[in-house]
């Protein structure tokens, strides 16, 4: 149980466009999915926590208007890269926690490859 | 907020050998403590955790220790395998008795292991 998945597993887009990320719970109902960011060698950073049926909540320093973040269901939660650039290339992690987990942990998905050429 | 260290960042054993790593937190209101592997490229996996109303725990070859006073916490891997070469990763958080909590994670400590 707890899977959670990531759609697409890489994407690569030119500069200026924007690109969606899906992740998906695919055997519980996640009331909470987590964002992260990871750059190559180095640790994961959250972004935000989105919670369904409500706003999401920016880390410092995350621009909530370049990263968009819909928790449309309590299976799917989508992150839209706008206007790419070629610093926003990263590996793109989703994580989530179900009502029918404890309050302590988080499932990771398979990670998003952006590269923005 | 939540500040996590991990040490050492990078670990080379022998096959066999055993390996700790150690992390220490900054906020004493913590008291979840998971260990995550991850292997390049692939998502992180939960190996184990540690709850901070516990001072160790053991699942076959790893173990976690906690030691609340000090705010640090270490994972210990014993018998070594090239299989457990990975970064891993600590992490902490404050749970609230409701809502949601959200996990700082350490730098990472890249694992090798030698056959």
């Known amino acids: 149980g707890a899977v959670v998945s990531q759609h697409p597993s890489w994407v690569i887009c030119k500069s200026g466009t924007s690109v969606k990320i899906e992740c998906r719970s695919l055997?519980?109902?996640?009331?909470?999915m987590f964002w992260y960011r990871q750059f190559p060698k180095q640790s994961l950073m959250l972004m935000a926590t989105?919670?369904?049926?409500?706003?999401?909540?920016?880390e410092q320093g995350v621009e909530k208007d370049k990263f968009l973040i819909n928790h449309a269901s309590l299976t799917l939660s989508t992150l839209t890269v706008t206007s790419a650039h070629p610093e926003d290339s990263s590996f793109y992690i989703c994580?989530?926690?179900?009502?029918?987990?404890?309050?302590?942990?988080?499932?990771f998905g398979p990670g998003t490859r952006l590269t923005v050429t | 907020g939540e500040n996590v260290e991990q040490h050492p960042s990078t670990l080379s054993v022998q096959e066999g050998d055993s390996a700790v790593i150690k992390c220490t937190y900054s906020?004493?209101?913590?008291?979840?403590f998971p260990w995550y592997k991850q292997e390049l490229g692939k998502r992180p996996q939960l190996i184990i955790d540690?709850?901070?109303?516990?001072g160790e725990k053991k699942d076959q070859r790893i173990a976690v220790t906690l030691n609340k006073t000090a705010k640090h916490f270490s994972l210990h891997i014993t018998e070594t395998q090239p299989e457990d070469s990975a970064v891993y990763f600590c992490?902490?958080?404050?749970?609230?008795?409701?809502?949601?909590?959200?996990?700082?994670f350490g730098k990472g400590t890249m694992l090798l292991v030698s056959p």
């Open positions: 994580s989530a926690r179900g009502r029918w987990l404890s309050n302590y942990e988080q499932y």
């Open positions: 055997d519980f109902q996640a009331t909470t």
């Open positions: 989105s919670n369904e049926g409500s706003k999401a909540t920016y």
């Open positions: 906020d004493s209101a913590s008291n979840y």
């Open positions: 540690i709850r901070s109303n516990v």
């Open positions: 992490a902490a958080s404050i749970t609230p008795p409701t809502g949601y909590s959200t996990l700082t």
